[in-house]
Nanobody, 120 residues
Framework: QVQLVESGGGLVQPGGSLRLSCAAS????????MGWYRQAPGKQRELVAT???????NYADSVKGRFPISRDNAKNTVTLQMNSLKPEDTAVYYC??????????????WGQGTLVTVSS
């Protein structure tokens, strides 16, 4: 009922920048929160950043000051601007949305993931 389509990602050198975008579509009534999580090889998925419909943000300590998150409520999109990238930022990044659909059901939805590789 809700689909997330991610774009961005790729290979970048240390110190470089990338932008990840995610668009939600479907039978959406409202999206309470959108955000990004990541999973590095051999590690558990972890929170990167989230933003509520009211603009409240939450960041992992490791990305604070480097990865600002923004959202367009009208378009149901979320963007993660990744700056000063480090090799340890290498991971598959997943978009996440906590939505209420038109039927009134609450859904948590994940994107398919996009690979970010930081390497020289």
């Amino acid at each position: 009922q809700v689909q997330l389509v991610e774009s961005g990602g790729g290979l970048v050198q240390p110190g470089g920048s990338l932008r990840l975008s995610c668009a939600a579509s479907g039978s959406i009534y409202t999206i309470n929160a959108m955000g990004w999580y990541r999973q590095a090889p051999g590690k558990q998925r972890e929170l990167v950043a989230t933003i509520t419909s009211g603009g409240n943000t939450n960041y992992a300590d490791s990305v604070k000051g480097r990865f600002p998150i923004s959202r367009d409520n009208a378009k149901n999109t979320v963007t993660l601007q990744m700056n000063s990238l480090k090799p340890e930022d290498t991971a598959v990044y997943y978009c996440n949305a906590k939505a209420v659909v038109l039927s009134g059901r609450y859904l948590e939805v994940w994107g398919q993931g996009t690979l970010v590789t930081v390497s020289s």
